[in-house]
């Protein structure tokens, strides 16, 4: 007499879960440096300073009636206020804090909007490979997340959008830099998509919205690689934004819903999402910290650690033969797997002691996650393991 | 094209929401300091020092990387340990940290608990007057409400609850001591309540719950008011907490969830509740506050204000001649409305700049509810105008 769903989603452990328990055993087997484990996606660079100071700060500054208070449900006036005019500088769109509504992080900011735009039936579109939780999170508001192809460069599949969506698609989720596959979605990408959507809104007489899931928007290492704002190009966008990757707070729980002002009943989907958040149970997101946000908006941990792993790292395995998807950012590689069988080549690695998750866990046959938030050194080590891996396949001599 | 429930629940205002921006409005009028809110029920009272030095030193001891790092769903374990030890010390009660799940406050708390024990089509029991937002929870777990009556001293009716229970029903919601009451539910009121669970859970086979809404358990104001702790009274019972009243910290969203370990399925009640916040994006509980929660767990912020505001309160309006329930905790006093057409009698209020809340919004006819977490000179001012009010109704002279 409980609740069966929810026992299977809370009892069933997930594939990273296993990988974490077995380097645990493992680890004290032969030494936990000795176990390679590239499962888990977990911020390694601490917070900026700034972020520490400015908690410091502010529970000097602020009365703590006030400082630990109830906001308003869609957030302090201020922080909104703060962070919208920040996103107006920074990428040109009039955004108000009346658009934007603080989300206990990212999974906070995908559950609210799903309820607010879904119906019981409704379709929401992704492209593989995706967050595994996404399925999740789209099922709580009663719909159902329809998984496309990618390419091999892991962009969309354009002709498959076309032809999958139909009058009970509510929205296209995307997620770029990408978990798992670390892959941008480029400004090409992005008009491409928001042409195919405006056609097909067109043709069905209704509004199908992209919603832009962006907690690693900032994690990008290249000059040349710029994450677009998809709000330039499309009306009926909603961007989920959280801090935990930027400012590295995963566990503090922030993040925003920005709905685009230009959307048609922008109005009517922002208090949509207010009431869906009122229907999850949020209240308001953690006042001490909708302030560091506020204060932190658009600042970073120290990201030059992640790029140095990456350049170490896609070196290291494409230079032993391994195909890997060249990564723009956030802070996993997407490699091909050398024989069909995953599964085989998964355990056929663990004998060297790298850990590795099968991109079936993120719809995408016959790949690996390889996350690289790790020390440098331990990429360094891994390294001649995954070459010893690549000879038994004739990867490399 | 979007949900018309969600934009329904975000877009309506409630009622206390109208009185707040009456309030703004008339006091920009006539001084704010002569407008005398009564509607709202936000802790007055700072949080205890210990929750701001806590904060410095975890900022100080605590690597950033761990400190505001993921921590497991479930929360971090040796917060719930150290919770769990508490609640056993303080209560009598074997909790291990593994029968506690912490949430983002006590909707969360709520909000994952509905949707863990509840199956669509499910009921919830609750008895009038009752926090309105519990139909808003109860619904997102698809179950429905059913509303009961209490007696004049706002003691459940036993006998509604006999008859009201059927095979849909999942469990009984209490929230002792009570918004809007005030009142405590002593021993003998449990005991009769989880008779009536027990016998009922018998007759039809299936487990009862009994669902403790407790954020206001250490809100108690005399020496002889005991809250029972229900564990010990009825084994299917789960207990959900929050500390935005006794820390006041409201705006920090941080709680928990125990679960009987008696309970018939206790294990996989707790992986339901697991299920449920993942279902619902929660991911985990704010870690800072995490950490904060077990470091002062069991201490509360100086309630000796909210005694002194309630002694003379009570006493005042007593004295004037209205009938109110003796309030043993929380922070609101219910009082009868000396007309049937309580709006009525909310409208003469005004005249004299007391904002009430019509007790209607609680699921009770004939009563207003005035929180008194405010300063006890904004009280004593008041007083005098409720006996102008009073003396309208010739209550006294």
Redesign the interface.
């Given at each position: 007499?409980?609740?069966?769903?929810?026992?299977?989603?809370?009892?069933k452990r997930s594939v990273i879960r296993e990988i974490f328990e077995y380097a645990k055993v493992r680890g004290a087997q032969i030494g936990a440096e000795n176990v390679f484990d590239f499962s888990i996606g977990?911020?390694?660079?601490?917070?900026p300073a700034i972020?520490?100071e400015t908690?410091?700060r502010l529970?000097k500054e602020i009365?703590?009636?006030e400082?630990?208070?109830?906001?308003s449900a869609q957030g302090d006036k201020s922080v909104r206020d703060k962070i919208a005019a920040n996103y107006t500088r920074r990428f040109g769109i009039k955004l108000s804090g009346d658009d934007l509504y603080m989300t206990?992080?990212a999974?906070?900011s995908?559950?609210?909007t799903m309820?607010?735009?879904?119906?019981e039936g409704d379709e929401i579109i992704v492209f593989a490979p995706h967050f595994p939780?996404y399925s999740?999170?789209v099922?709580?508001?009663g719909a159902k997340l329809v998984v496309l192809p990618s390419d091999d460069k892991m962009q969309p599949d354009f002709e498959a959008l076309k032809k999958a969506i139909n009058p009970r698609v509510?929205g296209l989720l995307i997620n770029s830099p990408n978990n798992p596959s670390g892959v941008v979605y480029g400004e090409e990408t992005i008009r491409k998509l928001t042409d195919i959507l405006r056609e097909k809104s067109k043709e069905f007489g209704?509004?199908i919205y992209l919603v832009s899931d962006e907690p690693y928007r900032e994690l990008v290492y290249d000059a040349d690689t710029v994450v677009p704002c998809v709000m330039a190009y499309y009306d009926n966008s909603i961007v989920c934004y959280s801090y935990s990757k930027s400012l590295?707070?995963?566990?503090?729980?922030i993040g925003y819903i920005a709905v685009n002002p230009s959307a048609?009943?922008a109005k009517?989907?922002?208090?949509?999402?207010?009431?869906?958040?009122?229907?999850?149970?949020?209240?308001?997101?953690?006042?001490?910290?909708q302030r560091v946000a506020a204060e932190c908006d658009g600042m970073t941990a120290d990201l030059s650690i992640y790029k140095r792993n990456r350049d170490i790292f896609y070196k290291g395995l494409t230079d032993c033969g391994f195909t890997c998807v060249y990564p723009d950012g956030a802070f996993y590689l997407f490699m091909k797997s050398p024989e069909e069988d995953v599964t085989a080549f998964c355990e056929r690695a663990k004998k060297y002691e790298l850990l590795l998750v099968n991109g079936e866990s993120f719809g995408a046959k016959g790949w690996v996650r390889i996350a690289y938030c790790l020390k440098t050194e331990t990429i360094e080590r891994a390294l001649p393991l995954f070459k010893k891996l690549a000879q038994e396949y004739g990867l490399c001599k």
């Open positions: 007499m409980y609740n069966e769903k929810m026992y299977g989603l809370g009892s977990n911020p390694s660079v601490p917070a972020v520490n908690i410091e529970v009365p703590a009636v400082l630990h208070g109830y906001t206990v992080g999974a906070a995908l559950t609210i309820k607010a735009i879904c119906n939780e999740v999170f099922a709580n508001a509510r209704e509004p590295s707070i995963p566990g503090e729980r048609t009943d009517a989907i922002y208090a949509a999402v207010c009431g869906a958040g009122r229907s999850l149970g949020f209240v308001c997101a953690p006042g001490l910290f």
